[in-house]
T-cell receptor
Framework: EPEVTQTPSHQVTQMGQEVILRCVPI?????FYWYRQILGQKVEFLVS????????KSEIFDDQFSVERPDGSNFTLKIRSTKLEDSAMYFC???????????FGPGTRLTVL | AQTVTQSQPEMSVQEAETVTLSCTYD???????LFWYKQPPSRQMILVIR??????QNATENRFSVNFQKAAKSFSLKISDSQLGDTAMYFCAFMTTGNQFYFGTGTSLTVIP
């Protein structure tokens, strides 16, 4: 069964550094998402992406964040200047059609020191 | 505003017994989708079951079934014949037709041998 993949599985960075989290959605999917989950808390929506542009974003997704689909297969989340509170698990998800179930990747654990 | 409430932070069940996890939600939309996701210690989000709001029949997937009460905005998950591998965090989620997901805070389920 096709699956969403994410790399790296764990990223450790210093506060103020830039990080790029990578996702490879399922190949024929058209809608892409990033979520984050701070340890012990619920999964929070960050951003959705369709047709090479952001379709929706939450209040969490401020100017520090950006997304890109650079090459037709990867879907990246960039955090420009990481803060301690960015430490979380980041999940990527994708779907083919708007009404489909979202398939989640295994997540990237980001630790900001 | 769309909200999802899981009022049981932790639950436990004896192996082979049945357990029900509760979920309520709030929305003004008429067309939406409801999901239960399982998050084992590996942290990957795995779809357990999905329900379309326009369907009156409760969804069933092997040992997992839901009790969907649209008027009451309730969507509980029943796990029959609980197995040790069911130990995980369970998230109730709600998706609008704009395909943004909203998650509850989760219920940590422990299956006791």
């Amino acid at each position: 069964e096709p699956e969403v993949t994410q790399t790296p599985s764990h990223q450790v960075t210093q506060m103020g550094q830039e990080v790029i989290l990578r996702c490879v959605p399922i190949s024929n999917h058209l809608y892409f998402y990033w979520y984050r989950q701070i340890l012990g808390q619920k999964v929070e929506f960050l951003v959705s992406f369709y047709n090479n542009e952001i379709s929706e974003k939450s209040e969490i997704f401020d100017d520090q964040f950006s997304v890109e689909r650079p090459d037709g297969s990867n879907f990246t989340l960039k955090i420009r200047s990481t803060k301690l509170e960015d430490s979380a698990m980041y999940f990527c998800a994708s779907i083919l059609r708007e009404t489909d179930t979202q398939y989640f990747g295994p997540g990237t654990r980001l630790t900001v020191l | 505003a769309q909200t999802v409430t899981q009022s049981q932070p932790e639950m436990s069940v004896q192996e082979a017994e049945t357990v029900t996890l509760s979920c309520t939600y709030d929305t003004s939309e008429n067309n939406y989708y409801l999901f239960w996701y399982k998050q084992p210690p590996s942290r990957q989000m795995i779809l357990v079951i999905r329900q379309e709001a326009y369907k009156q029949q409760n969804a069933t997937e092997n040992r997992f079934s839901v009790n969907f009460q649209k008027a009451a905005k309730s969507f509980s998950l029943k796990i029959s014949d609980s197995q040790l591998g069911d130990t995980a965090m369970y998230f109730c989620a709600f998706m609008t037709t704009g395909n943004q997901f909203y998650f509850g805070t989760g219920t940590s389920l422990t299956v006791i041998p």
